[in-house]
């Protein structure tokens, strides 16, 4: 049995049958006409279920505006699936004019993890906001929310209010909590519901959250929370993960080895794509006879998903890799070459954002 | 077994065997010798035992600075052993020069009593404040928080400090949780300690905190927490309790016919201590021949507390009691006067408080 839940992926995952599990709703094309402009990340079903996803267009189709929030855990630095969510993010800011709240649950990671500290957590917290800011959202739009440096009296009477609706044995079941856990990680759930909660409240929006299927249980409390308080319940885009460059299920930011993260020098970068694991053969012969797997392969996952916007290019890539017209190799090399030119570019804007950062903040 | 823990009170206690059981220390004449003005409160041993008092006369004597931590959770009016606390800490901040630290629970008690609105722990807030405030304390040296009303950074950031050194299997076994409380209720421990360790970190003032004998293990759980971080262990000055109108172990502001109020007209005072339950006789000639017995009596209880400084005045009411030289409707008679006097001139004080309160706020 996989395993799936905010604090452990592991095992091989059948994201139909999760969806069933968890109760979302899987996305189909039906929905996808309603939107205008169709990004390639809906249309490749890299969000592949929801939640009242068709509410929120209906509701947006009515003149209303809504809030996207996308929270941020700073444990570590942000890699590229971390960007691949933040970029589409901005896609829904400048598809439906969204309101972007992203929290930074600075609070949680000291919680959770024994050997952070504040600095540290803050200082990835800081560091993360760089890359979100060098995205390019748009200021009057957006509002990021450092939990150790902006709490304020609407998000802590909100996770208060919030908390007297969630008991332990619903946080144990849910996230898997025992005994040993710090009263601080057993409350978090609180402050979550808050900031998704935190726009409708604050600001009157009703949220939507991008998010991957692990976190989906902490859209389930939430909805539960706001059922009781009468609030729209927040509607969700859930997507699957992105594979690590080592062939497993979800790139993490922890493994360092397997992940691109946004600061890496051109010399990491390649050195990490070249040891990536494909769906290759054992030898070229093999590969140009047999052809090689582009489902398991995590080069074909990352051009496809970041750098081939034309659905007839992916098609392409991947007849050409299944019949062993083109090795492993040269998509690779390929690879390097895309992400070097986009972290290029991106760690620029990203210098620039320490200049711009305090715009997204209401407080600094 | 008495049951007594900071949500219940129950039984017959032996309040030796408490302290002993809860690793306190019981106040002795020779720590009471080292301080100048005795208040009767501690030379009755209303306040029976204590955590490291006699380290603070001693960092006191060395001409140091201390706080004094005094928690309020706003979840009713006040009513007079209240009073009898807070003009205790009145006396704490004259004789030693002591800063007073207020903070007021208000998101404990919403997170803790199912019936309670945020409305409506505000309104007591406020209410319990200005009785605080009508006590006199020095505005330069007081500080009134309102959880709900002036969360701050500090404060949030080190509750969740303090959240990370306790676990779950902790506040259970400390606080006799159970799965079905909320997680706000459990992580309010962490709060709590963070009010208490709140002068400290803020203000470099080491704590000393008066509470009843009920709450010492917030004291315990909050002193392992100040170990873990270095920090000086507060001390404390544990009270016994005041027994409620009806004789019952403690005074409790949920039972309204036991609880004389400092809101109380004089006709409800009257009609309250008329009922009271004292150790008088069935009969006045049983009294006038056997005596009454003063030990189990309120009305003793609170003559004594509140309105007999001299104790050659109490000792001599002590034996008009037991030989049975004066009735129960006389020293009835005597407290309703003594409080319908102290509150008609406590509740003058409380409405000018209204334009004071502002002065103990840090942030209204």
């Known amino acids: 049995m996989p395993k799936i839940n905010p604090y452990e992926v592991e095992g091989k995952i059948d994201y139909n049958k999760i969806v069933e599990e968890f109760g979302a709703t899987l996305i189909d094309d039906n929905l996808l006409r309603k939107i205008k402009h169709l990004h390639p ?33 700073p444990s570590a630095n942000m890699h590229l699936a971390h960007l691949l969510l933040y970029n589409f993010n901005k896609y829904i800011q400048d598809e439906f004019g969204a309101f972007v709240f992203v929290p930074f649950s ?5 919680m959770f993890k024994q050997e952070l500290d504040f600095e540290t957590v803050q200082k990835f917290a800081y560091e993360n906001a760089l890359d979100m800011a060098a995205i390019g959202f748009d200021p009057k739009k957006t509002e990021f ?3 150790l440096k902006h709490m304020n009296q609407d998000l802590y009477n909100l996770s208060v209010k919030c908390a007297k609706r969630i008991t332990l044995s619903t946080v144990k079941s849910a996230f898997g909590f025992s005994e040993q856990n710090n009263i601080g990680s057993t409350f978090y759930p609180a402050m979550q519901a808050a900031h998704i909660l935190y726009p409708t409240v604050k600001y009157g929006l009703p949220s939507l959250v991008t998010v991957g299927i692990d976190q989906d249980v902490f859209i389930k409390v939430t909805r539960d929370v706001a059922g009781a308080f009468k609030l729209p319940k927040p509607a969700a885009l859930l997507s ?3 594979k690590d460059l080592g062939g497993g299920t979800k790139m993490s930011a922890s493994k360092a080895e397997t992940t691109i993260y946004t600061t890496d020098s051109d010399a990491e970068i390649k050195a990490k794509i070249m040891r990536a694991f494909t769906g290759g053969r054992e030898t070229v012969a093999e590969q140009r006879k047999l052809g090689a797997n582009p489902d398991v392969c995590s080069v074909y996952e990352y051009l496809t998903l970041f750098f081939l916007n034309n659905d007839f290019e992916v098609e392409n890539l991947r007849q050409e890799c299944k019949t062993g017209k083109i090795l492993c190799g040269e998509c690779k090399e390929r690879l390097v070459c895309h992400i ?19 715009l997204y903040t209401k407080t600094d």
């Open 340 to 358: 070097q030119k986009f972290l290029t570019d991106h760690k620029k804007k990203r210098e620039k954002a320490k200049q711009t950062l305090h």
């Open 145 to 147: 929310l450092f939990d």
């Open 41 to 73: 990340l809906l249309r490749r079903h890299y969000f592949f279920a929801h939640r009242d996803f068709d509410k929120v267009l209906h509701y947006h189709s009515q003149g209303n505006k809504f809030a996207l929030v996308s929270g941020r855990g």
């Open 240 to 242: 699957r993960f992105m």
């Open 106 to 110: 600075d609070d949680e990671k000291f």
